[in-house]
Nanobody, 116 residues
Framework: QVQLVESGGGLVQPGGSLRLSCAAS????????LGWYRQAPGKQRELVAE???????NYADSVKGRFTISRDNAKKTVYLQMNSLNPEDTAVYYC??????????WGQGTQVTVSS
């Protein structure tokens, strides 16, 4: 099973930026689809951004133009660059890997709080 460790969360003022990282253990990282999800208090977990093993990306409408997902297969790490943050982006952010057969693994989450 893949172990995932997220980092980079924290408190940031509106309009600020954060970069989340998710490091994976195990092998064959390059074949995984990777995604970032978030869950705000009282809300369901939602997809924020995803990137295929071929590098295609997809974003939630609410973050398009502000967030960028990227991957470094050599470092077995997926990133989420978040710019122009607003209070509605406050949530616990989770990364997820998905194998070609559809098996998924989740990280433990990292808190992002946008507040003045």
């Amino acid at each position: 099973q893949v172990q995932l460790v997220e980092s980079g969360g924290g408190l940031v003022q509106p309009g600020g930026s954060l970069r989340l990282s998710c490091a994976a253990s195990g092998s064959i990282f390059s074949i995984f689809a990777l995604g970032w999800y978030r869950q705000a208090p009282g809300k369901q977990r939602e997809l924020v951004a995803e990137i295929t093993n071929g590098g295609r990306t997809n974003y939630a409408d609410s973050v398009k133009g502000r967030f960028t997902i990227s991957r470094d297969n050599a470092k077995k790490t997926v990133y989420l660059q978040m710019n122009s943050l607003n209070p509605e982006d406050t949530a616990v952010y989770y990364c997820k890997t998905t194998t070609p057969s559809g098996f998924g693994s989740w990280g433990q989450g990292t808190q992002v709080t946008v507040s003045s």
